[in-house]
């Protein structure tokens, strides 16, 4: 038997700051991890950081320095010269590594320590010895319930006559009033976020000149003599959230890792729409985030939820996992509707490239967020109109993900080097 989830939802939902959870808030939580293992040490005068992989191939259009910055002393790091720009780095651990190396006053080391940016935020530090340890700001899992893939979830839940949102709160070492409070506090950052973003007009920061579009999209609700393909209120409020969430996190605004911020807009999307619809108590919400993590912890665990490591179906792909069968959770669905929604949504965002245009989580970030929310809904649709029974498993899916994140070339892994990154840099046209 596998190892079993032991992914909090806590570690899968986390408060930070745009544009990305890999490349923002993980350099971020390693340079914070570095300096208090450094304490007080009066002798370091310098800290160098090289960011290696995909860190250092999107790392500027991604913010790191800045990151860095924010929590890194002044007066021993400057980011224009102390950062190492190493994207082409051979044999790492992980395409997300960082170094942090704290020198004196004659160049001698004084501190280095190794991370890896796992995605969604996560950080490991590898030892000396090559072992990984795995920070985690949530309080460990209690693994009541040994699970280590969907189809355990789903005899197990007919055996005790469990739902996954029960598992997953079983293994949640805080009592349940905790947890929901808590869950509550994500939930109000989700919808917040989504307010912001509505009610912000302009242009994203960065070269490209991108035009915040969710104010105009949601205004379309309030216009129904435009013609358009789809007039369902449910779905113009998706498409206007998951713009609205990305836009602010491309602009840097506070956001929730969801699983990651390059895919923060599929969850609080598809569920906000939905609530603001039909009518979801918290109870549901509570419900549907707990499900979500418990699906995000089963990729976690068999696959990745990076794009360095996955493609952007690592992302969004797994957002729209999570989304639909979080969805189908708050609809009072089966277990294996559960299984068979985020099943659906995951294999229909198989192979797809994380190709972030300069290096940014704008083009096509931001749209790559409306189309996975719309499919979680479509998914969790198909789902509930059936008995659950279907020939390709969530266990298939994500093992599928994983061999084609295995098999892509790094190009295609948040790179900005391959796809649409490298068509737009080179001016390419069609070829005749």
Request: charged share 20%.
């Amino acid at each position: 038997m596998s190892e079993p989830v032991s992914t909090s939802v806590f570690d899968i939902f986390k408060i930070g700051i745009g544009p990305s959870s890999s490349h923002t808030m993980g350099p971020m939580r390693a340079a914070q991890l570095f300096c208090a293992a450094l304490g007080n040490r009066a002798d370091v005068t310098r800290i160098v950081v090289r960011l290696h992989g995909s860190l250092g191939a999107t790392g500027r259009g991604h913010a790191t320095d800045r990151a860095l910055q924010r929590v890194l002393p002044a007066q021993c790091f400057d980011p224009e010269r102390d950062i190492e720009w190493l994207p082409d780095t051979p044999d790492l651990p992980h395409p997300n590594t960082l170094d942090l190396v704290a020198l004196n006053h004659a160049g001698s080391v004084v501190l280095h320590h190794r991370y890896l940016s796992v995605g969604g935020g996560l950080i490991e530090q590898v030892l000396p010895n090559g072992q990984r340890v795995r920070d985690s700001q949530a309080p460990p899992a209690r693994i009541i319930h040994r699970v280590s893939s969907a189809a355990e979830i789903l005899a197990l839940c007919a055996e005790r006559n469990l739902t996954w949102w029960q598992i997953q709160l079983d293994n949640e070492s805080l009592v349940p009033d905790e947890v929901f409070r808590k869950l509550d506090t994500i939930w109000q950052t989700m919808r917040e976020c989504i307010q912001r973003g509505l009610t912000t007009e302009g242009t994203l920061p960065g070269p490209l000149g991108v035009r915040r579009r969710a104010p105009e999209t949601y205004r379309l609700l309030q216009q129904p003599d435009v013609r358009l393909p789809l007039r369902d209120p449910l779905e113009l409020r998706v498409h206007a959230y998951a713009l609205a969430v990305n836009e602010e996190n491309a602009a840097g605004g506070v956001v929730v890792t969801a699983p990651t911020n390059g895919a923060a807009g599929v969850i609080p999307a598809a569920f906000a729409a939905t609530q603001d619809v039909h009518g979801f108590s918290s109870e549901q919400i509570h419900r549907g985030l707990l499900t979500a993590a418990l699906i995000a912890g089963l990729i976690k665990s068999h696959a990745s939820l990076s794009g360095a490591e996955m493609g952007c179906q690592g992302e969004v792909g797994s957002a729209a996992a999570m989304a639909a069968g979080g969805l189908v959770e708050m609809f009072g669905g089966t277990p294996q509707q559960v299984e068979m929604a985020a099943e659906i949504a995951l294999e229909h965002h198989l192979g797809m490239t994380c190709d972030p245009v300069g290096g940014l989580v704008q083009i096509p970030c931001i749209e790559r967020n409306v189309m996975g929310a719309i499919k979680a809904v479509h998914a969790a649709t198909l789902a509930l109109g059936s008995d659950g029974q279907h020939r390709i498993s969530l266990d298939q899916a994500i093992e599928a993900m994983r061999q084609i994140g295995r098999d892509m070339h790094t190009r295609y892994k948040e790179t900005a080097r391959g796809g649409l990154a490298k068509v737009v840099q080179d001016g390419s046209r069609v070829r005749c």
